[in-house]
């Protein structure tokens, strides 16, 4: 059974950065791509980044609110993926997910079945 552990959540000011971990473990993971989603309380979640399989050789995506700001990768000697937040803002603040589907990217969140505890980001001075 796939599972997926957030971690790297905090207390950061406007400007500053922070970098989530989401580890992963399961199995058929070379099939897997792996994406950050948000949410505030009362809010669907809103895509934030997807890594794509490392066989497709794509691009990340990013939802347009983090762009520029935030990067997705993996260290697969850790199964590990990350998100780097750089430049945060005080809309930036939210719980953080990060969730798994097979073959192909996409940010909206009907198409991830499973869901872990997620880790709080705020971004506050």
């Known amino acids: 059974q796939l599972q997926l552990v957030e971690s790297g959540g905090g207390l950061v000011q406007p400007g500053g950065s922070l970098r989530l971990s989401c580890e992963v473990s399961g199995p058929n993971l070379d099939w897997k791509v792996i994406t950050w989603f948000r949410q505030l309380p009362g809010r669907s979640r809103e895509g934030v980044a997807c890594l794509p399989r490392e066989r497709d050789s794509n691009s990340p995506s990013y939802g347009d609110a983090v762009t520029g700001r935030f990067t997705i990768s993996r260290d697969n000697t850790k199964n590990t993926v990350y998100l780097q937040m750089n430049y945060l803002q005080t809309d930036d603040t939210a719980v953080y997910y990060c969730?798994?589907?097979?073959?192909?990217?996409?940010?909206?969140?009907?198409?991830?079945?499973?869901w872990g505890q997620g880790t709080q980001v705020t971004v506050s001075s």
């Open positions: 969730t798994a589907r097979n073959y192909y990217c996409s940010l909206s969140e009907y198409d991830y079945p499973n």
